[in-house]
């Protein structure tokens, strides 16, 4: 199995300290990126203390998005990442509402941050308590808020 990740997914993550989680819950290896996401990244205020624990994360370049995706009215580190997810039938982890639901139309897997967390529940990776624990560092400091349904699909018993 492989897994490309989009910029908001990972920094989610990062924010919280967490990407952890996505090499116990898909027992991977490794993360592929697109030299986009890394470029996107970049500019965040973590991109330094995000690269030194990156080793795990391997950098991919797309060099040519079809026209299909390039013209999808998505954002670079996006339309590089869907296109390398379906040329290498990949997972892709994004929380961008328009550009999971894109991709999902040509045919690839997509995992958002709600059901990842629900993933991460269903297996034992996080219990109720670590949950409601990332809903609240997610809010703080990534801003990411979750709608009452998602509250209670994350927090049920």
Same mark, same amino acid.
């Given at each position: 199995?492989?897994?490309?990740?989009?910029?908001?997914?990972?920094?989610?993550?990062?924010?919280?300290?967490?990407?952890?989680?996505?090499?116990?819950?898909?027992?991977?290896?490794?993360?592929?990126?697109?030299?986009?996401?890394?470029?996107?990244?970049a %500019?965040?205020? $973590?991109?330094?203390?995000?690269?030194?624990?990156? #080793?795990?994360? !391997?950098?991919?370049? =797309?060099?040519? *998005?079809?026209?299909?995706?390039?013209?999808?009215?998505?954002?670079?580190?996006?339309?590089?990442?869907?296109?390398y997810?379906?040329?290498? %039938?990949?997972? $892709?982890?994004?929380?961008?509402?328009?550009?999971? #639901?894109?991709? !999902?139309?040509?045919? =690839?897997?997509v *995992?958002?941050?709600?059901?990842?967390?629900?993933?991460?529940?269903?297996?034992?990776?996080?219990?109720?308590?670590?949950?409601?624990?990332?809903?609240?560092?997610?809010?703080?400091?990534?801003?990411?808020?979750?709608?009452?349904?998602?509250?209670?699909?994350?927090?049920?018993e």
């Amino acid at each position: 199995m492989r897994l490309v990740c989009d910029t908001d997914f990972l920094s989610a993550l990062q924010k919280i300290d967490r990407i952890d989680l996505i090499y116990e819950v898909f027992g991977v290896d490794r993360i592929y990126v697109t030299q986009a996401v890394i470029d996107e990244l970049a %500019k965040a205020p $973590f991109f330094y203390d995000f690269i030194r624990k990156t #080793e795990r994360i !391997e950098r991919v370049v =797309v060099d040519e *998005v079809p026209s299909h995706i390039s013209s999808a009215m998505l954002g670079k580190g996006e339309t590089d990442s869907i296109s390398y997810a379906l040329n290498t %039938k990949s997972i $892709f982890l994004s929380n961008d509402k328009k550009a999971g #639901e894109f991709a !999902e139309d040509l045919g =690839v897997m997509v *995992v958002d941050i709600v059901s990842f967390l629900l993933v991460c529940r269903e297996i034992g990776v996080l219990g109720l308590n670590d949950i409601e624990h990332i809903i609240e560092l997610l809010k703080k400091r990534d801003y990411m808020e979750f709608n009452e349904n998602q509250k209670k699909l994350l927090l049920r018993e």
